[in-house]
């Protein structure tokens, strides 16, 4: 499965520290060709200490990254010349227009057939007039400049940091249909982002750090799955409200009229839960699993406390 | 680094440009009045020798005992060169600043570096870009001088010592940039420091070199003045003064090596 491929960005005990203050501590993950990983934290979690380690602004404190099995500090050209990279505070050259600076870029990185027709065709899709100057641009029309400017080169791996911040919905999903594309072409995208539900469309796996920790690493579908999910009943007549109270790993029983609902955290037995309800008269049930997004929360919540 | 220095020059050609006009206007109306300063020599020389000798010292930067400001020389080396270099070397210590200081503060370095250029390209097309810039600007102070032979006869001096002594400028602002991008890639980011250091060489290196010409106790520390080894005016009279030359090269490469080789241990700013 996904495990068995081969791994595009693989890092061992990463770890910076900025004088005192560790960013990122034994940082030990893995994302392979072909999927779409996504890094999730909160602010000052360490994603982008961590994309600026595996770029190479930032030399690793202790540990070593690779990137296509080229070390990331003394094969950083190399690597960069294979990756497209969008940061969140993106500064274009101002006076230049949108194809002066491709132009550009094509010379920087080498003369390469298509690659203007590729930034045209990229540009049609987000919209973007290449021919207008960069200065002044609004947020949003600096992130599709930032997209074609990454993706023009057709890398093989895309570096996205908070990649949709700015754009409409519309556009959004242009990006998605995008990241779909670069997927089934067998490119690989690494990005962080702070939007759950745009991560749980487009993600295959999620990778979610804190305090420079990396936490969890799991498949969308297993951490929606494995972590909790919700449970209602709607019972004809009386419920047992307070016998799904007693079960282990039942949480947050609420009762409206005949609804009964409630949290079934990972040690909860389904099986039990069942066979309570059918003791009385259940007209419906309904299985939820939770969001992205509600894990995230459920997670740090948790955490914290 | 060949595309660094392209993209630098591209968004520093029109400060390049309003810097050869501007000296080129200025430069013409000093030396519009050189032939009234030539034809009334006598007087002038009176004007000067009622100055105190440390005035004259810190302008000339040389031996007080030649002053002769109808010569065409020390005439340019104190109405001109002496305190033009330190306003391109202002500029130059700009441009260091701008390539990391700056570009680290405004993002700009985060694209730049996520492209396949190495830190030392990077670093080496931006000290290109100052190089050419600043050879561009000289060379509108020379076409600039000679138009000025042409309009006023009076200024009458060697074409080829007068284009060597902005070779002078030229290596004086070589070592400027090199302690500019040295300190700019040793100071750590973010930080103020960097600038007000350069700026505190640049100016200070000439005030103390104005003042060991008065003070005694500060002559020892003229050697270690990058104004000890530039002076148009000498060049103009005498050649080339190979020795000043020879510690301008030399210091300037040394301080870039070693900016090229700090440069890839460098901590960019997040």
């Known amino acids: 499965m996904v495990q068995e491929r081969e791994a595009v960005i693989q890092t ?114 987000l919209e973007f007039d290449l021919s207008r100057s960069l200065k002044g641009l609004s947020t949003g029309m600096k992130r599709k400049m930032g997209l074609i400017v990454a993706l023009a080169h057709k ?39 702070h939007n759950l539900p745009e991560v749980e469309a487009i993600c295959d796996r999620v990778g979610i750090i804190r305090d420079g920790h990396l936490e969890a690493v799991e498949s969308v579908t297993n951490l929606t799955r494995a972590a909790f999910r919700w449970l209602t009943f709607t019972f004809d007549g009386a419920s047992p409200q307070d016998e799904f109270r007693a079960l282990l790993g039942v949480h947050d029983v609420t009762a409206e009229g005949s609804r009964v609902r409630m949290r079934l955290s990972g040690e909860a037995s389904l099986d039990a839960v069942i066979k309570l309800a059918a003791r009385y008269t259940v007209t419906d049930i309904e299985i939820e699993h939770p969001t992205l997004e509600e894990i995230f929360l459920a997670y740090y919540g948790r955490k914290e406390r | 680094m060949l595309a660094v220095f392209r993209k630098s020059f591209r968004d520093s050609r029109r400060t390049v440009w309003w810097l050869s006009v501007g000296f080129g206007l200025y430069l013409l109306l000093i030396m519009g009045f050189y032939p009234t300063i030539k034809s009334q020599a006598a007087e002038w020389q009176e004007l000067i020798d009622s100055y105190p000798e440390s005035i004259l010292a ?55 570096l996520s492209l396949p250029v190495s830190r030392r390209a ?42 060597l002594s902005i070779v002078s400028a030229f290596l004086f602002l070589m070592v400027v940039a090199g302690y500019s991008y040295l300190l700019a890639v040793i100071v750590p980011s973010s930080r103020h420091f960097a600038g007000p250091i350069a700026y505190l060489l640049l100016i200070g290196s000439f005030l103390i070199y104005g003042f060991s010409a008065m003070v005694d106790a500060l002559k020892p ?24 030359w020879t ?18 241990r460098k901590e960019f700013g997040v």
Do not use: C
Request: aromatic letters at 10%; a negative charge; zero cysteines.
């Open chain 2, 58 to 112: 810190m302008f000339y930067g040389g031996e007080v005992a030649e002053f002769d400001i109808t010569e065409a020389g020390i005439y340019i080396q104190t109405q001109f060169g002496g305190y033009s270099v330190l306003i391109l070397g202002a500029i130059v210590i700009v441009q260091a600043f701008n390539a990391f200081t700056n570009a680290e503060r405004d993002h700009s370095l985060d694209m730049m």
């Open chain 1, 155 to 193: 890398p093989e791996l895309l570096i996205l940091d908070e990649p949709t911040t700015g754009l409409d919905p519309l556009m959004q999903q242009v990006f998605h249909e995008l990241m779909h594309e670069v997927r089934a072409e067998g490119r690989t995208v690494f990005l962080s982002s």
């Open chain 1, 12 to 125: 061992q005990n990463l770890t910076h520290r900025y004088g005192k203050v560790t960013a990122i501590e034994n940082v030990n993950l893995a994302v392979y060709r072909g999927e779409i990983f996504g890094f999730l934290g909160p602010n000052g979690a360490g994603k982008t200490t961590t994309i600026r380690t595996l770029l190479d602004f930032i030399r690793p404190s202790a540990g070593s990254a690779t990137i296509f099995g080229l070390d990331t500090v003394r094969d950083s050209v190399t690597i960069r010349r294979r990756i497209g990279y969008l940061p969140t505070e993106l500064t274009l050259l101002d006076n230049w227009t949108g194809i002066q600076y491709l132009r550009w870029l094509e010379q920087v990185r080498g003369a390469q057939d298509g690659y203007l027709a590729e930034a045209q065709r990229l540009a049609e899709r």
């Open chain 2, 122 to 163: 990077y670093l080496f097309g931006r000290v290109l870009n100052t190089a050419l810039g600043m050879a561009l600007v000289l060379g509108a102070w020379l076409i600039t001088f000679l138009v000025s032979m042409l309009l006023w006869p009076e200024f009458d001096v060697s074409v080829g010592r007068l284009a």
């Open chain 2, 221 to 244: 520390l003229q050697p270690f003045l990058i104004n000890h080894y530039f002076n148009m005016g000498e060049v103009i009279r005498g050649g080339v003064q190979f020795g000043d």
């Open chain 2, 247 to 264: 510690v301008m090269i030399s210091v300037a490469i040394i301080l870039l090596a070693l900016a090229g080789w700090l440069v890839d």
